[in-house]
T-cell receptor, first 111, second 110 residues
Framework: GEDVEQSLFLSVREGDSSVINCTYTDSSSTYLYWYKQEPGAGLQLLTYIFSNMDMKQDQRLTVLLNKKDKHLSLRIADTQTGDSAIYFCAETNSGNTPLVFGKGTRLSVIA | GAVVSQHPSRVICKSGTSVKIECRSLDFQATTMFWYRQFPKQSLMLMATSNEGSKATYEQGVEKDKFLINHASLTLSTLTVTSAHPEDSSFYIC??????FGPGTRLTVT
């Protein structure tokens, strides 16, 4: 089946930029998502990008997509302690197919 | 790694009937289970959060009397869609302890 891979942990200092990377195998992937999950909470959709885009910026968040390499990244500028959470990459090829999630990257922000 | 299973993976039911979906953590204890719903071409929406032995906490707009959630043990949570309607047709996904997701259940109500 299709697969989405992420590194499990990332630690950064407050004020630095964080870059979370994700790779996927579905060549027909159409929508790619980043979710944030804080301790004890459900998933929160952060941003998404369509496969016909290379980049999307939303305030402190920048998503880069390299469709050729099937590589997606999420950059968080000026990382704050409130950004500490688990970040999930997910993709779907649309239609009636479900999201395929990565296992999540736990971001720790050191003050 | 930790595995979460869901059963059934697909179900078709008639309008007005009830459907139960099971979510199990296979090799760990799930103190918290989350239930999500995903409509076609849309993102995942959190429906409710359940802690073992407690009543579930429902997100705004989710009818608790229609979507009954039971989390009676540390390895099993169930979602029952009561008096199902065609608009309940969706993909339902559970997750355990924040990070571990089940494979999902596709419900089609005819």
């Amino acid at each position: 089946g299709e697969d989405v891979e992420q590194s499990l942990f990332l630690s950064v200092r407050e004020g630095d930029s964080s870059v979370i990377n994700c790779t996927y195998t579905d060549s027909s992937s159409t929508y790619l998502y980043w979710y944030k999950q804080e301790p004890g909470a459900g998933l929160q959709l952060l941003t998404y990008i369509f496969s016909n885009m290379d980049m999307k910026q939303d305030q402190r968040l920048t998503v880069l997509l390299n469709k050729k390499d099937k590589h997606l990244s999420l950059r968080i500028a000026d990382t704050q302690t409130g950004d500490s959470a688990i970040y999930f990459c997910a993709e779907t090829n649309s239609g009636n197919t479900p999201l395929v999630f990565g296992k999540g990257t736990r971001l720790s922000v050191i003050a | 790694g930790a595995v979460v299973s869901q059963h059934p993976s697909r179900v078709i039911c008639k309008s007005g009937t009830s459907v139960k979906i099971e979510c199990r953590s296979l090799d760990f204890q799930a103190t918290t289970m989350f239930w999500y719903r995903q409509f076609p071409k849309q993102s995942l929406m959190l429906m409710a959060t359940s802690n073992e032995g407690s009543k579930a906490t429902y997100e705004q707009g989710v009818e608790k009397d229609k979507f009954l959630i039971n989390h009676a043990s540390l390895t099993l949570s169930t979602l029952t869609v009561t008096s199902a309607h065609p608009e309940d047709s969706s993909f339902y996904i559970c997750s355990a302890n924040e990070q571990y997701f089940g494979p999902g259940t596709r419900l089609t109500v005819t």
